[in-house]
């Protein structure tokens, strides 16, 4: 037992001190790994021989660049004797003819300050510092001309301290400062009251420890975009009053705090478009020209009228047209008379005034929008697919649509509404639009598809690319539309011998037949258009137009002035923004009164045919205006309704709607603004009114003009319960004269065409070629030469019409020509420099 208990000591023993050898090995590896770190042993390698370089002398490879660069130069040296006493002489050339045209701008009468500017405006080849001494000799009226010439924007100096900026604070209070000086009219001190409280002090943003706080930078960028607006309005205002503020503003410097305001707020396009309203508006006082140019505006229109967005360049058109003096073919436009086209200076007068009037909650670049494209609405002319594929669960034939359609030969006899047969029953049977085929050849593979037709409830209209001739989809139970798709897949490519119906063709038309002239769907050519046109149609989904009076109508009729009136509006007195006015005074008359008076502010209707297209509301307002036109003492005011030769009227509600009619308790919880309630069905107030415009239209006798109304075929879809109604019925939208269409749009879609092939558009182009003939021989002879001159001679017509003299045209033309024959010279000195 001992022997054993000897034995295990022994053992136990010997495992401790192996465990401590173990443990006093690892601390000792440890240490000698720390100290290794610490000793950095690239110092033992300082005696080791390092690459040796070799250093070439500075002045021998000078001196043999500058060999190389004297041969250089003797080679060229027999071609800069000959070119370089050019160089400069072409060069004091060039400047001295831009000071000679800069000092006929200036001095010359307005013929050759015309033609002076047009030469200026396509100066590019100049210095940046030629520009610059060009620029400080400018003076305030050619600094305008230039701007509204699209020229360099080098021609204007920056705004003083332009790259210094103001703390939104110090903007804030300086706007206030505006408010506080138009504080006794009712409106100010309103927003004065609204913005900054009943203290009149700059409010810091409420909250406390426990509710969130709005941060000081975002309250006083929202106190600051209410002052810009309640100045937009404050100066907006019709009449004499409106005048006031805006000379009020100017002389206290209203003009250069605005300049801070668009330093602050360059990048931000709400607080752009509150700027550019409320500079549009100071503009339309007149002789505030000097205060724009000298505060360094002229610039910075200059530059807005490069804006990407279009609303940024209308209203830097507006302004500078309004401040240009030496147009003789201007105008000067109110507030909210948006000028869409032309845009810049003209050769002569327009040859007729296109007027657009937007609906309630519309806008003039939200109202006449192109159609949005949808997928399932996919285009049966696509140019990157080879097949077409027709999937309908409608069963009515749709052979008949093409047979008896695409013939433009084929002369069938209208039925009693004015349409053919063939034509009318295709339409209510089929809402949309279709061809033959759809097959072209490789290089047309990178273009992108074609926008199509919205497809409804009760018919499906899809798109496919298909390369199998598999089976049919089992939803196409006919063998008339089987025979049918397979003769689209057989044809040959669309050409001139197809005809494509227009996408919305109407569903049932009743026009006027005691006028005696051909109506618009007599023939089934007139419902459709031929291939070779319409494979020239642009139905890209990327460029789709936010404004197609503004896009389509100048090329299609360059001579015409396309204007856009805007209004505010809203559904109930709880959303309500503005004024007091504008809150519980918009009525239909007033509203119209003060339209009536700036369009004729702006010239509209003197000496030349108006049209007049009004979308929902917005027809209310034309007949209003028309009836108050007729009404007036002032020869300037009557010539709006005798001039008229088109109305045409998108979804009016002539006698109300009846979504606007609501209940007792559901009218006390919404509150529904001025606007709705004057919209109620069979009000007493829009019978009255149809009347007088009857009557008042009656009264022109010959001159009356054509009415054309488009009303709503599908119900509209409301709100985000998918509440499907008709705003507008059609026992209102029925006015009792004129031409009358069912379309097979919603009221929301009726204002926008998908493209201009379209009924609608089509429509409204041949109701201005109508105008045009019955404007008599001037504005017929203006609307060909605007379409086949071109561009320019068009240029060169800018001065006609003006009175010069013999001698003063002479020199000015000679120097034209010289200063043509020069730049033409520069660019061949250029090749041998």
């Known amino acids: 037992m001992q022997i054993e208990y000897r034995k295990c000591t022994k053992l136990f023993s010997g495992c401790g001190v192996a465990s401590l050898l173990g443990v006093l090995s690892y601390e000792a590896y440890r240490t ?50 000959i070119v370089q006493p ?33 030469q200026l405006a396509q100066i590019d080849h100049l210095k940046d510092w030629d520009f610059q001494h060009l620029a400080q000799l400018c003076d305030y009226r050619t600094a305008i001309s230039l701007a509204r010439s699209n020229c360099d924007t080098r021609w204007f100096l920056p705004p003083r301290q332009y790259g210094v900026e103001k703390e939104m604070r110090e903007v804030l209070v300086e706007m206030k400062s505006l408010l506080e000086l138009l504080a006794p009219h009712k409106c100010a ?62 002389d206290a410097g209203g003009l250069l705090m605005l300049l801070e305001a668009e330093k602050l707020f360059r990048e931000d396009i709400d607080m752009k478009l509150l700027i550019s309203r409320l500079v549009g508006n100071l503009s339309a006082c007149e002789g505030l020209g000097y205060e724009f140019y000298a505060s360094g505006w002229i610039g910075i229109l200059a530059r807005w009228k490069r804006d990407v967005d279009m609303r940024m360049q209308v209203t830097a058109d507006l302004t500078l047209e309004n401040l240009d003096q030496d147009d003789p073919n201007g105008f000067r436009y109110a507030p909210k008379v948006y000028p869409l086209h032309p845009r810049g200076r003209q050769q002569a007068k327009p040859a007729v005034d296109v007027v657009f009037i937007h609906g309630l909650l519309g806008g003039v670049f939200v109202t006449w929008r192109q159609k949005d494209l949808k997928p399932q609405a996919a285009s049966l002319l696509g140019k990157k697919h080879k097949d077409v ?19 433009t030969d084929v002369d069938i006899p209208p039925n009693r509404t004015g349409q053919r047969p063939e034509v009318a029953s295709a339409a209510r049977s089929y809402k949309s639009w279709s061809a033959r085929k759809s097959s072209f050849e490789e290089e047309d593979h990178a273009r992108t598809a074609e926008e199509g037709i919205t497809a409804y409830k009760d018919e499906l209209l899809t798109f496919q690319e298909s390369t199998n001739s598999g089976p049919r989809d089992a939803s196409i139970s006919d063998t008339e539309t089987k025979e049918l798709i397979e003769a689209l897949q057989q044809e040959e490519p669309l050409g001139a011998d197809w005809t494509v119906v227009y996408p919305d063709v109407p569903l049932a038309a009743d026009e006027d037949a005691h006028t005696g002239k051909p109506t618009a769907t007599a023939d089934g050519a007139t419902c459709s258009v031929s291939g070779d046109a319409w494979l020239q149609e642009s139905l890209d989904s990327t460029q789709r137009s936010f404004c197609w009076p503004m896009e389509w109508l100048p090329k299609d009729f360059p001579s015409i002035r396309v204007l856009g009136l805007d209004y505010e509006s809203s559904l109930s007195q709880w959303s309500a923004t503005g004024c007091p006015c504008e809150k ?16 004729a502010t702006s010239d509209v209707g003197q000496d030349r045919p108006i049209i007049w297209v009004g979308h929902s509301m917005g027809g209310l307002l034309i007949k209003s205006i028309m009836v108050q036109a007729l009404e007036s003492p002032n020869p300037k005011v009557r010539r709006l309704a005798e001039n008229s030769r088109v109305v045409m009227f998108l979804g009016t509600p002539h006698r109300g709607s009846g979504v606007a009619k609501l209940k007792q308790h559901t009218s006390a919880l919404v509150w529904p603004s001025v606007e709705v309630q004057e919209l109620e069905e069979n009000s007493t107030h829009l019978l009255h009114l149809n009347k007088s415009f009857l009557r008042s239209v009656d009264s022109l006798g010959v001159r009356r003009p054509k009415i054309i109304t488009l009303c709503e075929g599908k119900p509209t879809v409301l709100t985000s ?51 045009i003939r019955s404007g008599g021989p001037d504005s017929v002879k203006l609307a060909n030469v605007a379409q086949v001159m071109p561009k320019a001679a068009q240029q060169q017509l800018i001065f006609h019409g003006t009175k010069k003299s013999a001698g003063s045209t002479a020199a000015s033309s000679a120097l034209s020509g010289l200063y043509t024959q020069l730049k033409q010279f520069e660019q061949l000195m250029n090749v041998f420099i």
């Open 32 to 81: 000698y790994a720390a100290l290794s770190s610490l000793v950095d042993t690239r110092v033992l390698d300082i005696d080791r021989k390092r690459p040796d370089y070799i250093y070439i002398k500075h002045h021998i490879y000078r001196q043999s660049l500058r060999e190389r660069a004297l041969d250089a130069e003797n080679q060229h040296r027999l071609l800069n004797i």
């Open 86 to 118: 050019f160089e400069k002489w072409w060069k004091a050339l060039k400047h001295s003819v831009a000071w000679r045209l800069l000092r006929i701008a200036q001095r010359g009468d307005q013929a050759e300050r015309l033609k002076a500017i047009h």
């Open 189 to 250: 001190a309103y927003a004065l009251e609204q913005t900054f409280g009943s203290s009149g002090h700059i409010r810091e943003p409420d909250g406390d420890e426990v509710t969130y706080q709005m941060s000081p930078s975002r309250f006083e960028y929202d106190q600051l975009k209410q002052s810009l607006s309640a100045l937009v309005h404050l100066t907006g205002l019709v009449g004499p009053e409106g005048k006031q503020h805006c000379r009020r503003i100017v």
């Open 389 to 407: 594929h027709l999937v309908s669960t409608s069963s009515p034939s749709f052979t008949s649509l093409t047979n008896d359609i695409a013939p």
């Open 584 to 599: 519980y005074d918009g009525k239909l008359q007033k509203r119209a009164a003060e339209f009536l008076e700036k369009l």
């Open 721 to 771: 319960f998918k509440l499907a109604i008709h705003v507008v019925p059609e026992s209102s939208a029925r006015i009792d004269a004129g031409d009358f269409y069912l379309t097979s749009e919603d009221h929301l879609n009726l204002s926008k065409p998908i493209c201009r092939q379209s009924f609608l558009y089509q429509r409204l182009v041949g109701a201005i070629q109508e105008a």
